[in-house]
């Protein structure tokens, strides 16, 4: 038998057995046990072969589900905190009518600064490590870089407050 005709036999009877164990690793996260799913059978394709299809193709496929799913919780958590620490910024960050006939609070970046800053928010998520290699940085320079931006601006906006 063909093994591409092996992977489809095997994604009708294991997609669903498969589908519910990423269910339950990732704590009842519908979307992204469908996506992790749908990995899982993209490996199983993109190594077939090199698996012998004929063993215990049950257990690789949990096996694969259990580390897909792994990263995938890594990732969204990372995701998470990106996203908390930006909402924290926001929700700090005073209305216009504070700071009317004031310069602008960026005034306190420098030149690349302000450009590092509008390029890693302007681009998608999944964009910043080709931000960090136009700028000469590993993405985790890149993610202090801007960590230490938002602490300037963080600084500025407290001692403006206080005036």
Known sequence: MRKSKKCE????AYYAPVFRRCLFLLNQDYLGAEDCTQDVFKLLIEK???LDLNQNIRGWL???AYRICANYLKQESRRRAVIIASLDDVLEVPSKEDFTDRDSVFDVLTEEEMKLLEAYYSEEYGNRSQIAAQYGLSTSQLFQRIYMIRQKLKEELNKRKRK
């Open 62 to 64: 949990y096996e694969a």
């Open 9 to 12: 036999e095997l994604t009708k």
């Open 48 to 50: 077939m072969d090199t």
